[in-house]
Nanobody, 123 residues
Framework: QVNLVESGGGLVQPGGSLRLSCTVS????????MGWFRQAPGKERAFVAG????????YSEDSLKGRFSISTDNGKNTVYLQMNYLKPDDTAVYYC????????????????WGQGTQVTVSS
């Protein structure tokens, strides 16, 4: 069994920053490509950023480049999502997920999911 636990969400003002963390337990962290997704009220779950098993390759949704970045700490079995210059449109529940494959932008490829962490951007 693989468990993913997100943390770091909360309320932030527009223009602010947050760093989300997702810690993986139950299997070796490097067995999985990791991804971050988000789901806003009334919308479908959308890809945010991903990283390969080795951590060497990262990719993100085009519209978020320059504001959001993904990184890993293999020693801590943790993947991070750094979010800067946050906007109200970034308000969503953010999920991390583990992909036993090479890493994808489609949610269907991901096998394991965390419970999500709420991010609210509001003044």
């Amino acid at each position: 069994q693989v468990n993913l636990v997100e943390s770091g969400g909360g309320l932030v003002q527009p223009g602010g920053s947050l760093r989300l963390s997702c810690t993986v337990s139950g299997r070796p962290f490097t067995n999985y490509a990791m991804g971050w997704f988000r789901q806003a009220p009334g919308k479908e779950r959308a890809f945010v950023a991903g990283v390969s098993r080795s951590g060497a390759v990262t990719y993100s949704e085009d519209s978020l480049k320059g504001r959001f970045s993904i990184s890993t700490d293999n020693g801590k079995n943790t993947v991070y999502l750094q979010m800067n210059y946050l906007k109200p449109d970034d308000t969503a529940v953010y999920y991390c997920a583990a992909d036993r494959g090479v890493g994808h932008v489609q949610a269907d490829y991901y096998t394991y999911w965390g419970q999500g962490t709420q991010v609210t951007v509001s003044s």
